[in-house]
């Protein structure tokens, strides 16, 4: 079931009007749209609070900038944690000690049960989580910037 604000006979007009137009004046409709949208967003974001928190950044970035913005986030993700991964494997840290000092903290016998590989696996994304306080903000200034100069499309 499809959501429509215009009945039937409004949008069989919009419809025969939208075809009687030029590719040029099209264009112009939609810039215009695009920009009424714009400023719609902007002042829910506003009536929300979500305009000024990183949440909200995130979650106008991913809206306005789609899978873009999701492939250039998770390039991100993904890169810092390989990143950690080859630091913890170079940088000589024992993943396997890191979990003892854990055990000891909290009384649990994770060491006993996790093997050496899977542990580095496993302080490796404990580790990439805890960059995230720098990854989003990180990533929130520079999405549009480079998603417009990796994108095709004009935004």
Do not use: D, H
């Given at each position: 079931m499809c959501y429509s604000s215009l009945s039937k006979e409004d949008e069989e007009k919009e419809k025969q009007r939208v075809a009687s137009l030029s590719k040029y004046q099209k264009e112009m409709e939609l810039r215009e749209y695009d920009k009424q949208i714009a400023r719609l967003n902007t002042l829910r974001g506003i009536n929300t609070g979500e305009l000024y928190t990183m949440r909200g950044k995130f979650k106008a970035l991913a809206r306005d900038y789609g899978m873009a913005f999701m492939v250039y986030y998770w390039t991100v993700w993904f890169s810092t944690a390989a990143l950690t991964y080859t630091a913890i494997e170079v940088g000589g840290i024992d993943a396997m000690a890191v979990i003892a000092k854990v055990d000891a903290f909290t009384g649990y016998d994770m060491t006993s049960k996790i093997d050496p590989t899977l542990g580095t696996?496993?302080?490796?994304?404990?580790?990439?989580e805890l960059l995230e306080p720098i990854r989003l903000p990180l990533v929130v200034m520079t999405t549009k910037p480079v998603v417009e100069l990796i994108s095709p499309k004009s935004y």
């Open positions: 696996i496993g302080v490796t994304l404990v580790a990439n």
